[in-house]
C-alpha cells in the first residue's frame, strides 16, 4: 500500500575479534533460526524523506508478528518513482514479550521489500534478535536486535552453512578495497578463513570505532558483511535499551569507491521514533544510483 505525502518534516534524526560477531549474529551450528509469521500489508505513513518532498510516497511490506508487536519493512520513493530511503518499523510492542532465555541463539525474522525496493541494491532483510547479547563482556553483551540489509537472496544466504567444503575459501576470499565502504575492515584476527558466520559471511567492522571492552558504550553501530568476493549486507546493530529511550540519530555512510551490481545504495543511516503512529523507525536513507563498473 502506498500513501502520497505532501509536506511537513518529522524529527530526524579496531581491535575485536570474529567471536564477538559469530557469538551474537550467528547461529554457529548452521541450521535455520525461528522464523516469523507474514500477516498482512499495514498502511503506509510518514518517514523522514516522504516529509520532505511533496508528492513523495511511502510503500510498506507486509507485517510480521514480532514480540508482542509488529515489524515491517518500507521503501520511500519520490515523485518520480525513485527510491528515497529503505528501512524497517517496528511497533511499541515489537520490544515487549521477547525471547529471554540465557544463552539461546538469535530469534531470526525474515522480512519481505516492497516491490519498490526492485531498484535499490536490497533484496531482503532480517531482524534478528539476541537476547543475551555477546561476548566479550563489556562491548556486545546487551540485548539487541542485528538488521541484515541483503543484498543478495534468501538461497543464497541459507547456503553459507559450514558444510559447505569451500567454506573457508569462500570467506577468506574478501572484495577488493575499491568495493567495500571507505575506513572498514576485517578484524585480524583470528585467520579470514575462520571468520565466516553461517547464514551471514564475513563481518566488518568500521576502523574509527574504538571498541575497548568496559569502555565502548554500546548503543547503535554499522556493521558491513561480505562473502565469497562480494559485499552483500549491510547491518545496522541496535540495543533495545536505546531504543526504548526513543532516540534520534543521523549519520553518513561510508561509501565504497566502486559497484559490483547497479542500484540505489544509501548514503545516511538514522534512527527515530514516530510519534504520530508509535513505531520506531531505522533508516538507510539517502539512496543514490550507483552503477556497476
Not at 70 to 79: G, K, L, N, Q, Y
Not at 146 to 162: G, K, N, R, S
Not at 180 to 185: A, C, K, V
Request: aromatic share 8%.
Amino acid at each position: 500500500m502506498r500513501t502520497t505525502v505532501l509536506g511537513g518534516r518529522a524529527l530526524a534524526a579496531t581491535a575485536i575479534t570474529l567471536a564477538v560477531l559469530a557469538a551474537g549474529c550467528g547461529n554457529d551450528d548452521g541450521e535455520d533460526s525461528a522464523e516469523g509469521t507474514t500477516a498482512t500489508t499495514p498502511g503506509a505513513t510518514t518517514t523522514t524523506a516522504a516529509a520532505e518532498l511533496p508528492g513523495a510516497a511511502v510503500d510498506r511490506g507486509p507485517v510480521v508478528a514480532v514480540g508482542e508487536g509488529e515489524a515491517s519493512t518500507f521503501v520511500t520513493v519520490d515523485a518520480e518513482d525513485n527510491p528515497r530511503e529503505v528501512g524497517i518499523r517496528l511497533t511499541e510492542g515489537a520490544l515487549e514479550g521477547l525471547p529471554d532465555e540465557p544463552d539461546a541463539p538469535p530469534t531470526v525474522w525474515l522480512l519481505e521489500l516492497p516491490e519498490s525496493a526492485g531498484s535499490t541494491m536490497f533484496n531482503h532483510v532480517s531482524l534478528d534478535w539476541a537476547s543475551s547479547g555477546h561476548e566479550p563482556p563489556g562491548l556486545f553483551d546487551k540485548p539487541h536486535f542485528d538488521m541484515h540489509f541483503y543484498m543478495v537472496d534468501e538461497t543464497d544466504v541459507a547456503d553459507i552453512v559450514p558444510t559447505d567444503p569451500e567454506f573457508g575459501a569462500k570467506a577468506a576470499n574478501l572484495p577488493d578495497e575499491p568495493y567495500m565502504p571507505e575506513g572498514y575492515m576485517v578484524p585480524p584476527e583470528p585467520p579470514v578463513e575462520m571468520q565466516g558466520v553461517p547464514n551471514m559471511g564475513v563481518h566488518w567492522l568500521d576502523s574509527a570505532d574504538e571498541l575497548v571492552p568496559g569502555e565502548y558504550v554500546f548503543e547503535s553501530t554499522l556493521v558491513m558483511g561480505s562473502w565469497d568476493g562480494e559485499f552483500t549486507f549491510v547491518e545496522p546493530m541496535i540495543t533495545r535499551e536505546w531504543l526504548l529511550g526513543k532516540p534520534s540519530l543521523e549519520q553518513d555512510i561510508p561509501q565504497p569507491e566502486a559497484f559490483t551490481r547497479d542500484g540505489y545504495f544509501p548514503t545516511t543511516y538514522s534512527v527515530d521514533f514516530d510519534e504520530d503512529t508509535s513505531e520506531y523507525v531505522i533508516t538507510l536513507g539517502g539512496l543514490e544510483e550507483r552503477s556497476s563498473d
